[in-house]
């Protein structure tokens, strides 16, 4: 799959309402950005947690699902625990996911999120299931 399948999949999804754009991957890394505006803010005026998260969870499924054969494997967010760093309220914010842990049903990515300037703003590690799908019964 191509980075612009990958972003081309995404297109009206949750992760297009986020602004999150896949800029590239390798066999164990995935990265991608996140333009942010004023509807990723909580009250005090910066990025939300959710938002960082679900960055966070994003780029460590999509490498998932970059690991498998997706017409027979299902991936699958089960856990994302994250630690934010500092706030930020505008720019950009870039993250880099890198395989952990790769088995036959559990990935396990860390995913750091980082401002234009290179601080680190977030740190999650992102745990996925990976289930074969169920074979539709032919009549």
Same mark, same amino acid.
Request: glycine share 8%.
């Given at each position: 799959?191509s980075?612009?399948?990958?972003?081309?999949?995404?297109?009206?999804?949750?992760?297009?309402?986020?602004?999150?754009?896949?800029?590239?991957?390798?066999?164990?890394?995935?990265?991608?950005?996140?333009?942010?505006?004023?509807?990723?803010y /909580?009250?005090?005026?910066?990025?939300?947690?959710g938002? &960082?998260?679900?960055?966070?969870?994003?780029?460590?499924?999509?490498?998932?699902?970059l690991?498998?054969?997706?017409?027979?494997?299902?991936?699958?967010?089960?856990?994302?625990?994250? /630690?934010?760093?500092?706030?930020?309220?505008?720019?950009?914010?870039?993250?880099?996911?890198?395989?952990?842990?790769?088995?036959?049903?559990?990935?396990v990515w860390d995913?750091?999120?980082?401002?234009? /300037?290179?601080? &680190?703003?977030?740190?999650? #590690?992102?745990?996925?299931?990976?289930?074969p #799908?169920?074979q539709?019964?032919?009549?």
């Amino acid at each position: 799959m191509s980075i612009e399948e990958l972003n081309k999949i995404c297109k009206g999804t949750f992760i297009d309402l986020l602004n999150i754009e896949f800029t590239g991957y390798t066999d164990t890394t995935v990265e991608a950005s996140m333009t942010i505006t004023p509807d990723l803010y /909580q009250p005090m005026g910066v990025v939300h947690g959710g938002a &960082l998260i679900s960055l966070a969870e994003t780029v460590g499924s999509a490498g998932s699902i970059l690991q498998v054969d997706p017409e027979r494997f299902n991936v699958l967010g089960s856990t994302v625990n994250s /630690q934010h760093l500092a706030p930020i309220g505008e720019g950009t914010l870039y993250a880099v996911g890198k395989l952990v842990v790769k088995s036959d049903f559990k990935h396990v990515w860390d995913v750091e999120i980082k401002d234009e /300037q290179g601080k &680190l703003i977030s740190i999650s #590690r992102v745990t996925n299931s990976v289930k074969p #799908r169920k074979q539709k019964a032919s009549r």
